[in-house]
Nanobody
């Protein structure tokens, strides 16, 4: 059974840094694009950063220059390095990935359970 598990969230002061991890486990043939989303209280979920299987990246404007998404294919893990954090970055961060399980002939979209990031002013 394939799972996505996020980790690395926590409480940090404004200006600080956190590194989130999104680890895929299970019997996996391949991982395609992986995207980080976030959802703040009473707000819609928004795309934060994405990385393709080839390593191309894109970011929402509000995090450009501060966040970096990367992937380690050998570890089936994607990272989100978050620097210069602001109170408005406070949200639950979710990982989403397109995965080809060994047990399937088609790609399946998976979500992690989310990790809380809180930035104090």
């Amino acid at each position: 059974q394939v799972q996505l598990v996020e980790s690395g969230g926590g409480l940090v002061q404004a200006g600080g840094s956190l590194r989130l991890s999104c680890a895929a486990s299970g019997s996996i043939l391949s991982i395609g694009a992986v995207t980080w989303y976030r959802q703040a209280p009473e707000k819609q979920r928004e795309l934060v950063a994405a990385v393709t299987s080839g390593g191309s990246t894109n970011y929402v404007d509000s995090v450009k220059g501060r966040f970096t998404i990367s992937r380690d294919n050998a570890k089936n893990t994607v990272y989100l390095q978050m620097n210069a954090l602001k109170p408005e970055d406070t949200a639950v961060y979710f990982c989403n990935a397109n995965i080809l399980p060994r047990s399937s002939s088609r790609w399946i979209n998976y979500w992690g359970q989310g990790t809380q990031v809180t930035v104090s002013s």
